[in-house]
């Protein structure tokens, strides 16, 4: 068949797809059969192969098979980047409608169609039947945020045709076009464009418009040996994934949310962050992530399900609340080993706030990989006067742009001296934000342990030693009485410090 014309009918698919279901059955195979709006999926021992439809709409054109096999190739191409044990090849599809054949990649001589061929999974390791059962875990949420960080840095920039910001309103316009009566929510969406729109041009400018995933909700997410994997990227619209890269990670945080898991959320965005690096783009974050919700309002709308488009909405107007007319700028010191990183963890899942720590920072500046441990020679570099400065400087800049766009912050650090403490609470005062200072403390044998223990799993960013503690105790400026710290015992078992710190968080946000 010549794949340059329209060529199959929905008839003729009908057939082609029963009679290869029936083939597979007719082996002994149990085969699942899932149809879409625009595709059919054979399940059959350890593959799913996936047929488009032969149809045209207004956002996509089937109606080829040189048009089909090129978006088999695409979703090939997008989802082999986050999910390469899950996608295998594109096969075409010969003989006749009636008794069709699968040939194998490069056999295409008279193909009649084609198909993706993917590799099974679990449905039950789905982010979104995890969250669903309560089986989403920590872990899987910092190593999600992990693999989308990486993900992202490892893009190129898009082409300049893609990112404008005009298209960006354009989009978010759309939802109110097809959910109309959402005033409060439409004129959000106005006056948060109007604010964001310079950061979007100058990040378009800078390269963050790159070719994501685009559609990357918990449904599209599965865990394979222990591993998050994003799949089903949008493949037949590039204008849904040429975008700010902090669109594809605003659609987890508000899936999370969505899903009713407000600090599993609050933990990937700050853990995205971090680990990339990218903390210019999360200014953006409740405008994408109420964008992403109304989106999913649509859809709730087009298959009128008044139940999930309530939800929806509701998840809207809560996120479009995030940003904070005085937000809150939180200090957490100590020295090695007495519970930072700990405490900062769940006190951001509490307030709502993002993390800055100073271990990475510092590496970050240096160009040094998070859990690299540097010689005694770069040790000097690395923790020297200078590289301090900087990396103070570093976590004062982070922490005020993330202030001005109204979101509270959490800064991990030592904060040996009373002028890196101050600085800070420059910074909150400068911002209109509240600033507060915890103190953590732990014996003097449990931070050795601490640290000891830390040192041999060599899975944190603290190069911390003993020595260095004994050097912190003994330059460390004490934290004055008019300093107003607040002091949080870390010497107790994971669950009552997380007791400890979610107490410390209401009086925190109670001041």
Known sequence: MDDTRADLTPEQHRTMVAALQAAFGASGEGVERIETHI??????????????????????????????????????????????????????VLGTPGQPRIGEPGDDAGAIDWLLRMRRF????????????????????DALARRVADFHAALPASPAAWGDPAEVLRWARANFAALPALADLHDWTEREFERIAPRLALRRAQGFVREGHGDLHLGNIVVVDGEPLPFDAIEFNPALRHADTMADAAFVFMDLWRHGLTRPARRFASGYAEHGGDYGGVPLL?????????????????RNDETALQRDLRCAASLAAMRRARPLLVLVSGVSGSGKSTVTLELLQSLGAIRVRSDVERKRLAGVAVTERPTAEQAQALYGAAMTRRTYAQLNGIAANLLRAGLNVIVDAA????????????????????FHIVE????????????????????????????????????????????????????????????????????????
């Open 39 to 92: 595709s059919t999926l054979l399940l059959h021992g350890a593959f799913a192969d996936k047929l488009r439809k032969p149809l045209a709409l207004p956002f996509l054109d089937f109606s080829t098979a040189a048009a089909r096999r090129h978006d088999c190739e695409e979703e090939l191409r997008l989802n082999r980047r986050t999910a390469p044990e899950l996608y295998l090849d594109v096969r075409p």
């Open 122 to 141: 679990d449905n039950e390791q789905l982010l979104a039947r995890l969250a669903a059962r309560g089986a989403l875990t920590d872990a899987h949420i």
């Open 286 to 302: 409740p405008f994408f992530a109420v964008y992403r919700a109304l989106v999913r309002a649509q859809v709730a709308a087009i």
């Open 415 to 434: 904060a040996l001296r009373r002028d890196e403490r101050d600085a800070l609470r420059s910074v909150a005062e400068a911002a209109g934000a509240d």
């Open 440 to 511: 953590c403390t732990a014996p003097d044998a449990v931070l050795r342990e601490r640290i000891t223990k830390r040192l041999a799993e060599n899975r944190d960013a603290s190069d911390a030693t003993l020595a260095v503690l004994d050097l912190q105790l003994r330059v460390r400026e004490a934290i004055a009485p008019d300093e107003n710290a607040l002091v949080l015992d870390t010497h107790a078992d994971r669950a009552t410090v997380a007791q400890r710190c979610e107490a410390m968080a209401a009086t925190i946000a109670a001041q």
